[in-house]
């Protein structure tokens, strides 16, 4: 019904950059929240930064002033800048989006994520 297609993972030195990429698709009515999520070996899956569909923000203090979120509605991207990496942001970056997707003759929200892409940064 929906897919969530994620790009850009890769190795990055520290101090690097990376551009993520997270595409929706299927049954789309409307996308609200989208976001970024990321899980290291061994630690819980935390939230990077969220992007609501009027373009208000919101990241995790870690990721401030390195990490840019944004989103292109026409194409139902949505697209995480980071520059600055460090080692500790290894990890599979995940993305999410908050769909609303119509089911017979009603419309409901749907939390969906994506297969996660691996972002390795070496000191």
């Known amino acids: 019904q929906v897919q969530l297609v994620e790009s850009g993972g890769g190795l990055a030195q520290a101090g690097g950059s990376l551009r993520l990429s997270c595409a929706a698709s299927?049954?789309?009515?409307?996308?609200?929240?989208m976001g970024w999520y990321r899980q290291a070996p061994g630690k819980q899956r935390e939230l990077v930064a969220t992007?609501?569909?009027?373009?208000?923000?919101n990241y995790a203090d870690s990721m401030k002033g390195r990490f840019t979120i944004s989103r292109d509605n026409a194409k139902n991207t949505v697209y995480l800048q980071m520059n600055s990496l460090k080692p500790e942001d290894t990890a599979v970056y995940y993305c999410?989006?908050?769909?609303?997707?119509?089911?017979?003759?009603?419309?409901?929200?749907?939390?969906?994520w994506g297969q996660g892409t691996q972002v390795t940064v070496s000191s």
């Open positions: 992007i609501t569909s009027g373009g208000s923000t």
């Open positions: 999410n989006a908050q769909i609303k997707v119509v089911t017979g003759t009603s419309v409901r929200e749907v939390a969906y």
């Open positions: 299927g049954n789309i009515f409307t996308i609200n929240r």
